[in-house]
């Protein structure tokens, strides 16, 4: 499935969605936080964090880049 995103540094990229109905954990000050999303493979650059994502359905998600 295309998925594409808008990143500040990078800019609009599409990709495929790569893995579905993920779940991570992220830590918010301390406390645990299971986050639900998918992956894609869409060009990501430092600084793209934040920016919307969406699907060729009507989901969408915000980035988090991996540092």
């Known amino acids: ?3 594409c995103k808008s ?3 990078s800019g609009w990229t599409c990709g495929v969605v790569t893995a579905d109905k993920v779940t991570e954990s992220v830590n918010d000050n301390g406390e645990l936080l299971d986050v639900y999303g ?4 869409a060009f990501l650059l430092s600084g793209d964090s934040g920016g919307p994502s969406c699907l060729a359905t009507t989901r969408s998600a915000w980035i988090r880049t991996a540092t």
């Open 1 to 3: 499935m295309p998925a």
């Open 7 to 9: 990143g500040s540094t």
């Open 38 to 41: 998918f992956h894609f493979s």
